[in-house]
Nanobody
Framework: QVQLVESGGGLVQAGDSLRLSCAAS????????MGWFRQAPGKEREFVAV????????YYADSVKGRFTISRDNAKNTVTLRMNSLKPEDTAVYYC??????????????????WGQGTQVTVSS
């Protein structure tokens, strides 16, 4: 059974940092693009960051560029999102995604083969 399990969410203050992790199991994801998306209450799910299978290419939403960093460890089947300088508008449920297609396609279309259950990030002002 394929699973993506997110962890690391929580309640923080504006300006704080958080590290989200996604552990994939059930198959090897070393050839998959992986990424993070988020959905705030009353809003559609939006792209946050995506990383190519090799880690050589990364894509970020303009709203998080310079603050968030995505990385992956193919040996451990994990992807991580380091979030710095958090803002109240970053509050959302964050979802891990894995897709066997180009990373840019995942970022643009949001079409993923697998999704995690999500982890809540709340940033207070």
């Amino acid at each position: 059974q394929v699973q993506l399990v997110e962890s690391g969410g929580g309640l923080v203050q504006a300006g704080d940092s958080l590290r989200l992790s996604c552990a994939a199991s059930g198959r090897t994801f070393s050839s998959a693009a992986m990424g993070w998306f988020r959905q705030a209450p009353g809003k559609e799910r939006e792209f946050v960051a995506v990383i190519s299978w090799s880690g050589g290419n990364t894509y970020y939403a303009d709203s998080v560029k310079g603050r968030f960093t995505i990385s992956r460890d193919n040996a451990k089947n994990t992807v991580t999102l380091r979030m710095n300088s958090l803002k109240p508008e970053d509050t959302a449920v964050y979802y891990c995604a894995a897709a066997f297609r180009p990373a840019q396609a995942l970022a643009l279309t949001h079409h993923s083969d697998y999704w995690g259950q999500g982890t809540q990030v709340t940033v207070s002002s």
